[in-house]
């Protein structure tokens, strides 16, 4: 009997022993589970703030990047509206010089004006290397933009691949020895319309 009794408190001891280890155990769990939730949470919000501060430390040099590329774009597009605005008075100085080789008015606007000669009228127009008026006055203004030839380098009216460039070339009189003389050249960069203007008055070499 004894025995039997012994082996009856050790089973009882037994299922308390593991009542109690199955309840420890449940509560570690649980412990276990609340600490990772919480562990979760805080490395969602690290993560946030990580992502913050990388966004931020990154937008300083891409904006920076990005103006240095406009900024570079830009002055090379005025550096060539301004040869081309230059280009615009050097071609009516050159009609002018021409004029008076040919023996004709420095304007060409009385007497004989034929092979040589360009009539410096008063009037808004599109001259390029290419002009020759010989007795008539230059291309008048159409506002075309100007051509560009990769072979030749030059620009034109007359051949090449169209680019965003336009020039205008206008005369005036301002008194009866002097002509006044003024280039512009105009285009759109990054959805803003420019201009360079550029002027000069022409005298009468006679």
Same mark, same amino acid.
């Given at each position: 009997?004894?025995?039997?009794?012994?082996?009856?408190?050790?089973?009882?001891?037994?299922?308390? !022993?593991?009542?109690?280890? +199955?309840?420890?155990?449940?509560?570690?769990?649980? &412990?276990?589970?609340?600490?990772?939730?919480?562990?979760?949470? +805080?490395?969602?919000?690290?993560?946030?703030?990580?992502?913050?501060?990388?966004?931020?430390?990154?937008? #300083?040099? +891409?904006?920076?990047? *990005? *103006?240095?590329? &406009?900024?570079?774009?830009?002055?090379?597009?005025?550096?060539?509206?301004?040869?081309?605005?230059?280009?615009? !008075?050097?071609?009516?100085?050159?009609?002018?010089?021409?004029? =008076?080789?040919?023996?004709?008015?420095?304007?060409?606007?009385? #007497?004989?004006?034929?092979?040589?000669?360009?009539?410096?009228?008063?009037?808004?127009?599109?001259?390029?290397?290419?002009?020759?008026?010989?007795?008539?006055?230059?291309?008048?203004?159409?506002?075309?933009?100007?051509? +560009?030839?990769?072979?030749? #380098?030059?620009?034109?009216?007359?051949?090449?691949?169209?680019?965003? &460039?336009?020039?205008?070339?206008?005369? *005036?009189?301002?008194?009866?020895?002097?002509?006044? =003389?003024?280039?512009?050249?105009?285009?759109?960069?990054?959805?803003?319309?420019?201009?360079?203007?550029?002027?000069?008055?022409?005298?009468?070499?006679?």
């Amino acid at each position: 009997m004894k025995s039997i009794q012994a082996i009856n408190q050790s089973v009882a001891s037994m299922k308390a !022993i593991s009542i109690h280890r +199955f309840h420890r155990a449940k509560r570690s769990i649980a &412990f276990i589970e609340r600490n990772d939730s919480s562990f979760s949470g +805080f490395t969602l919000l690290e993560t946030i703030v990580a992502l913050t501060l990388i966004v931020s430390a990154l937008m #300083g040099p +891409f904006a920076l990047a *990005s *103006s240095g590329i &406009f900024g570079a774009k830009f002055s090379r597009s005025k550096i060539v509206a301004l040869n081309l605005s230059q280009e615009g !008075i050097e071609l009516i100085r050159q009609m002018r010089e021409n004029n =008076v080789l040919s023996g004709a008015q420095w304007r060409g606007l009385s #007497g004989t004006c034929g092979a040589g000669c360009t009539r410096l009228q008063d009037g808004s127009y599109q001259p390029d290397v290419y002009t020759s008026a010989n007795g008539s006055t230059p291309p008048v203004s159409t506002n075309v933009a100007l051509l +560009f030839d990769e072979v030749s #380098g030059l620009y034109s009216q007359t051949s090449g691949t169209a680019t965003r &460039f336009t020039r205008v070339v206008d005369i *005036s009189t301002p008194s009866a020895d002097q002509m006044r =003389v003024l280039s512009t050249v105009t285009w759109v960069e990054s959805g803003v319309g420019r201009r360079i203007q550029l002027e000069v008055v022409l005298y009468n070499w006679l």
